[in-house]
């Protein structure tokens, strides 16, 4: 059974399917069609709802594309549609503020725009253009045109009000903690289940008593295969609320990131040391996806074009594996054997991502080449990490995305440069080793020969912007 608020509605929901995503739920089962299905598939944000969960004694407000998000992952938490913006037969500021600036035509993005305005008005005291860029690239409109709704934005950011969802925030908050998750749910229908534990213990415990039990963070990669590919999931076990598995510490060696922490959360820590990092989570899929896919799903998914695999390569980071009582640490790059093919062993988990802190003469530079700025896949990702004392490379950590069937270091590119002092020719060599490292694949997203051309100009680019000025004051001992 699992509980949630639907808007101030209690729902208790005994036998659901588990497959039933948000999006089926509003429009299908309590006959809400105002969120509309663009994609099924997280590009488009037509189906973006807004939850709200417990922070403290507030309720913070998160966009999430509900054609990916799975029902059961709303247990404790409050779910608002569009069709809640409008109060006493007045329209919520953000659906003025859209009619005041003339942000719709033919309707049908209109919906998601809405509630990422709603959502950026919740999370802002004063209009912000990056933010406003950063809350709508999630969402498509293929009839208005941006500019009238990056004003609706200023005017409802700027004209902000209480409005029914501050007036009742006490009784939210006391809403949401009587329904708060105190043990171990279960969503069931038939034979289909999804367990829901609350501790890292009783994870393990249920994995490996259901081995075959698909792990269900975020969901972005993994329902997917629900809506595109009309597969069934009989078995998840969804980490959501592991609190420990949710958890950002900075100590003096690492950061420890909890493997289901949302993206949105992961980017403090990861831009304040590496700022490269917080760009690439930036240029991550859209708001809506960061705010529900995790870093440990992005590991788990395997992908050869995951974006945080070929940074946390070149970073060091390890990972913590867990099966049964037992843990193990593994070097990331040992964890992916060959296209999906990983270390992860039956019934073993990702519970925590450990990123070495910073060091002295530490160059790190991250780059992510796709079609589109936004909510796009990489064609090549690339991350470099370099240790350079008295002008000499003492250490060289290079990574990519996109060139091979597994993310993967650059062995050859990296003896090339270990021990120089990065004169032109050698660079140069390094490229060249690149073709050793690499016999990359032609896709819709790029050509083998762009894939590897795009490479080498990235460690050419890499090299450039370290001798540019304003990068010295970061590289400190780069001659
Ligand atoms: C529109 C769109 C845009 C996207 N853009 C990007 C992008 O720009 N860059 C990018 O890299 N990815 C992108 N993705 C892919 C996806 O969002 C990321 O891979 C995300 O990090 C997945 O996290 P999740 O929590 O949603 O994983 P889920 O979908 O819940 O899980 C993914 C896989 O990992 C497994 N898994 C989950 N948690 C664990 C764990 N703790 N231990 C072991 N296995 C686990 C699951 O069983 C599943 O097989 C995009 C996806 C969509 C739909
Ligand atoms: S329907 Fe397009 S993002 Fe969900
Ligand atoms: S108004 Fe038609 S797609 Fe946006």
């Given at each position: ?284 899929a859209s708001l809506q996806i960061r705010n529900q896919g995790t870093l440990g799903g992005n590991i788990g998914n395997a992908s050869p074009i995951g974006d945080a695999p070929p940074l946390l390569i ?70 470099f990490n370099l240790r350079i004392e008295d002008g000499v490379v003492q250490d060289v950590r290079i990574a990519f995305g996109g060139m091979a ?75």
């Amino acid at each position: 059974m699992i509980q949630f608020l639907l808007n101030r509605e209690l729902r208790t929901e005994h036998a659901l399917d588990p497959n039933v995503t948000v999006l089926q739920y509003l429009r299908e089962h309590v006959g809400k069609p105002g969120t509309k299905e663009g994609c099924a598939s997280g590009d488009c944000g037509a189906c973006t709802v807004v939850v709200g969960e417990l922070d403290g004694e507030r309720v913070r407000y998160r966009t999430l594309n509900s054609c990916l998000t799975f029902v059961s992952s709303l247990h404790g938490k409050q779910l608002i549609s569009v069709e809640d913006l409008k109060h006493q037969g007045r329209l919520h500021s953000v659906q003025q503020a859209m009619v005041d600036c003339h942000g719709s035509q033919c309707g049908f993005c209109t919906p998601g725009f809405v509630m990422s305005l709603f959502a950026l008005q919740k999370n802002s005291t004063s209009f912000d253009k990056a933010e406003t860029m950063e809350a709508l690239a999630g969402n498509l409109c293929r009839c208005t045109g941006y500019r009238p709704i990056i004003d609706a934005a200023e005017q409802a950011c700027c004209q902000q009000q209480p409005d029914q969802f501050d007036a009742v925030e006490a009784q939210t908050v006391a809403q949401l903690k009587a329904i708060a998750p105190r043990d171990t749910a279960e969503l069931n229908s038939g034979d289909k289940r999804c367990l829901l534990p609350l501790t890292v213990a009783d994870l393990a415990e249920l994995y490996a008593a259901n081995p075959e039990a698909r792990l269900l963070a975020g969901g972005t990669d993994l329902a997917l295969e629900v809506t595109q590919f009309h597969r069934e999931l009989p078995v998840m076990i969804y980490v959501g609320h592991i609190e420990s598995m949710k958890r950002v510490e900075v100590t003096a060696e690492h950061i420890e990131i909890g493997a289901a922490t949302a993206l949105s959360d992961c980017y403090t820590a990861l831009a304040a040391e590496y700022p490269d990092f917080g760009e690439l989570l930036h240029r991550f899929a859209s708001l809506q996806i960061r705010n529900q896919g995790t870093l440990g799903g992005n590991i788990g998914n395997a992908s050869p074009i995951g974006d945080a695999p070929p940074l946390l390569i070149a970073l060091g980071a390890q990972i913590v594996l867990r099966k049964g009582n037992d843990t193990r640490s593994l070097p990331i790059e040992d964890y992916f054997l060959d296209y999906k093919v990983t270390a992860r062993q039956e019934a073993e988990f990702i519970e925590k991502i450990l990123v070495p802190r910073a060091q002295a003469n530490q160059a790190f530079r991250a780059y992510k080449v796709s079609k589109r700025l936004d909510d796009d896949i990489s064609a090549v990702c690339a991350a470099f990490n370099l240790r350079i004392e008295d002008g000499v490379v003492q250490d060289v950590r290079i990574a990519f995305g996109g060139m091979a069937a597994i993310p993967k270091r650059a062995a050859a590119c990296e003896a090339a440069l270990l021990g120089g002092v990065c004169y032109p020719a050698e660079i140069e060599r390094a490229c060249a080793a690149l073709a050793e490292d690499f016999t990359p694949l032609s896709d819709f997203r790029a050509s083998k020969e762009y894939r590897l051309l795009t490479a080498q100009n990235l460690l050419r680019k890499f090299f450039l912007e370290l001798n540019a000025p304003e990068v010295e004051t970061r590289v400190t001992a780069y001659v």
